[in-house]
């Protein structure tokens, strides 16, 4: 009964990780919530349910948290980017899925890009943080579309690398509209059917055609 006892206690003990966890993912709520400037270390620590003493031991300014929160949002959002792709002749169907599986995982912090954004005049190093995720993206696309021209799916001439970003930029473009304009006002149609109507315009202008 001791040992249970003890156990149980050793479990509900907060371990550093923990309070980590907790006082990232309250800084990420009212960054995003509030912007930079308005949020207060006082109000993080509330909503983690820390002391504002216990969050400045752990990262020493509002300014290092930012950066923090910057750092495990780039950290996601890179593990995301870790899906097999591998080019078929149902390419319209693939880049369909890899654009819906992009642009969803960015949606979801659109509040968050959008105060990077507002923030990269003050704090340009921002850019060395997070920068290594649209190249990261950019270069899995790129090597998809290598992949293709290979298996002679697309055209030899065709510079696969302008396709990663021009496709890229498809997915960014929806980004940036939800993330400034609450939702993506440019095209009416929902999004699936807007990428998969994408992906077969962009597929039918590069595909290598027969004689």
């Known amino acids: 009964m ?12 907060p371990t550093k990780k923990d309070t980590e966890t907790k006082i990232l993912d309250a800084a990420l709520e009212l960054f995003s919530e509030k912007g ?20 400045f031991r752990y990262y020493g300014s509002k300014e290092k948290l930012f950066f923090a ?21 149902n390419m319209v169907d693939e880049l ?26 003050r704090y340009p190093e921002i850019w ?9 993206a950019i270069a899995k696309l790129s090597q998809y579309f ?6 002679g799916l697309i055209r030899k001439d065709i510079n696969t690398e302008t396709m990663a970003v021009s496709f890229f930029s498809f ?11 609450g939702d993506d006002l440019f095209i009416r ?15 039918n202008g590069v595909i290598e055609r027969g004689d």
């Open 2 to 13: 001791q040992v249970s006892t003890c156990t149980q206690k050793d479990d509900k003990m």
């Open 36 to 55: 930079f400037k308005a949020t207060t270390t006082k109000a993080i620590a509330e909503k983690a349910g820390v002391n504002e003493v216990t969050l």
């Open 69 to 89: 929160v910057v750092d495990k949002e780039a950290e996601v959002r890179m593990g995301i980017l870790q899906m097999e792709l591998e080019p078929s002749e």
């Open 96 to 121: 369909t899925m890899i654009g819906n599986h992009m642009a969803e995982s960015m949606v979801e912090r659109a509040s968050f890009f959008r105060l990077i954004v507002l923030e990269i005049d």
């Open 128 to 136: 060395e943080h997070i920068g290594t995720v649209p190249l990261a």
């Open 146 to 151: 290598e992949q293709a021209k290979e298996k």
């Open 171 to 181: 997915i960014f473009r929806i980004l940036v509209a939800n993330a400034f304009l």
């Open 189 to 203: 149609e929902k999004r699936d059917e807007s990428m998969k109507n994408f992906a077969e315009l962009f597929v």
